[in-house]
């Protein structure tokens, strides 16, 4: 009697987890530092000093039964208390710490958040391109996922096709800003749009639709991007967390979900994502790392290598000529392929060991993404390879 | 449109939670050290130094990058192997990595056996007494749970009211040995019989009925006590673990599921496990939590307290004329109550300053729960206690 629709899943194969692992071969092969690897979004830069000093110092210093005691469904109460305070100095908002539930990383953020505010059956739009892990994420919830397609001229919001897919059955909406894969920053007309579109929608409906935002990449912005925060625009808004870029602890799971003080029911949210967490089976990150986290709440490692890489390959892309949208956050860039079928592009670079990312899976075809979060030296080797792989398959004259 | 499912369900109180609120309060009217809190199921002996150790060598010798990076989402390969070697060693098994999916704790790893080996609709049996907390792991995942009633002579299996409830529609058996609440562990006797009636009924209805075992307290049993390996005895079984008791670190939420490699589909369960993971928005322990407890995966912190306190309080019990069954393992007694409403007899305890729990929740009314996960010198302090209160409140005579 095993579960037919997760059996069914395992025939499903991740197009990047497949690069990733031919790099690795490859690497065995050849040597790693000669594979120009811009499969995985991993963090390429260590976690701060300061985080690793804490759990040194709290394993050295503080009573076992408090630092590994159970941690109240929630999270820690003072660590909510602090991530609450630390957004409301950061982005003049006024969350308490009943408006903060403690995850295991985004993932387990926007799990708990879907399933707070929508029912079997409801609609959620995201945009083009999009995180793939979106789709199980929402549809295992019960709930759908619709996909409006791409605004491929700046990678904002294509406002004409959401208003089309909007509807009565749509009870949230899912941004992701900064972006993965496209690595375009929503500006602040583009979120002042997309709120006043919801609010007309809401009132049309009669209901509710929250406004959930992912938000990874929050810390990863370059200079110039207008990044605003989300949340400060929508009453009806969520903001999901994790600490795995901008503290480079992707391991360690943890994040969080902010609700909007201003949203409708926003003083139980937070308390039924306990409840739906009895359900799912998730119960708090780790004691330890919560506190650790809480402690070093304002640093971040050191994302400065992430700009330095997007501005190498911007410019060396658009030297080349491929047509690409200069990324304001993130470690992604998301150039147009040389030909219509990304994957046949894709698996030409292959050959010049250069592991691109196709688009077909983030809801936009014809594009690649590259995921620079690696060695600089490594991206500029990789600058004559892409030059070579341009003029030998595409005649590219730059 | 928040969800009214989880809406409602914040109308629920936990009588557990609401007891251990009152013992803190009251403690601090007249000092914690004066209130006999046997509400709460924490361990109250610290982590082994082992842990501590290579935590703080691991953060201040290793790769950050390595120890905090993404785990894959069945578990660190390493840690799975270590894993199912110490099994193998420990209970004549032959588990290999791939058995072994890494779970945030036993709660974690319950919601993910549960969705392998049951669709929506399809019922699951466990037997009273039992954690409450096996409704909500349960029926959120669709599947409806089933309570057979106690067999209260001596906390074993009632099994003339389990092949009654029996049916085409179970999927999957729950059994959580030694039990939380009633301190018993199951004898070879009651799991070889177990085992019989499942094999019987799989041939019976013509389809698999899977046994998942959660194992929290499966470190912690008391000498004499015949307390087997569950899996070594039925083939389409599941091991649930958590280390948060054998090595007192309830707040890492770590633990995992063991998948008998004799049972149907057993190469696929823990990889479906990483696909339901997905939809559930769990992705792995703590990274390095996962290294740590690796290391130190055959050691146990002193759980020596707990034997020693359990048999002060049955003699003690006994002594008194309380209608007891000696506990083979955990940290909880389940004596009967002086009177027929539980509730009753722990309200009238209060007056003493004597936290007991009442039996209703854990569907065996008429009892109650003693965790003594406490000092040792406060159970021998409570002792006067209790013998006044069954004298004053119910005329007993010792």
């Given at each position: 009697m095993i579960n037919e629709t997760y059996k069914k899943m395992l025939q499903g194969k991740s197009i990047i987890r497949e690069l990733s692992e031919y790099a690795t071969a490859r690497g065995k092969e050849i040597g790693y530092e000669n594979v120009f690897d811009y499969s995985l979004g991993n963090p390429s830069v260590p976690c701060t000093d300061s985080y690793t000093e804490e759990i040194i110092r709290m394993h050295q210093q503080e009573n076992p039964m408090t630092i590994h005691g159970y941690s109240p469904s929630l999270g820690i109460e003072w660590v909510r208390k602090t991530v609450a305070d630390s957004l409301n100095r950061r982005f003049g908002m006024d969350y308490e710490a009943r408006h903060i539930f403690m995850t295991s990383g985004a993932a387990g953020a926007i799990a708990h958040a879907v399933r707070c505010v929508t029912k079997p059956g409801d609609e959620i739009l995201t945009f083009a391109?999009?995180?793939?892990?979106y789709g199980p994420y929402v549809n295992l919830s019960g709930a759908v996922l619709k996909v409006v397609p791409a605004n491929t001229e700046n990678f904002q919001i294509n406002f004409e096709a959401f208003e089309e897919m909007m509807n009565e059955h749509v009870a949230a909406v899912l941004v992701n800003t900064p972006n993965n894969p496209s690595g375009i920053a929503y500006s602040t007309e583009t979120i002042r749009r997309l709120a006043e579109v919801m609010e007309r929608k809401q009132k049309e409906y009669g209901h509710d639709i929250f406004l959930i935002s992912d938000e990874p990449y929050r810390e990863i912005v370059f200079a110039g991007a207008d990044a605003p925060y989300v949340t400060k625009f929508y009453d009806n808004s969520i903001s999901c967390y994790s600490f795995s870029k901008s503290l480079s602890l992707p391991g360690e799971r943890i994040g969080y979900v902010a609700v909007n003080p201003r949203a409708t029911d926003a003083d139980v949210i937070a308390v039924m994502c306990g409840q739906i967490s009895r359900g799912i089976g998730h119960?708090?990150?780790?004691s330890s790392v919560q506190l650790a986290v809480a402690k070093v709440i304002d640093d971040t490692s050191d994302l400065s290598v992430y700009e330095t890489n997007m501005n190498l390959l911007y410019d060396a892309l658009t030297r080349i000529g491929f047509e690409v949208v200069k990324p304001g956050g993130t470690f992604y860039i998301f150039p147009k392929a040389l030909e219509e079928d990304a994957c046949a592009f894709c698996n030409k670079a292959k050959k010049y060991d250069l592991i691109l990312v196709p688009s077909d899976n983030f809801g936009c075809p014809g594009y690649f993404r590259m995921a620079y979060c690696i060695d600089t030296e490594k991206v500029k080797r990789s600058i004559p390879v892409l030059e070579k792989f341009a003029r030998e398959e595409y005649g590219m004259k730059f």
């Open positions: 391109p999009f995180f793939p892990e119960n708090c990150p780790s």
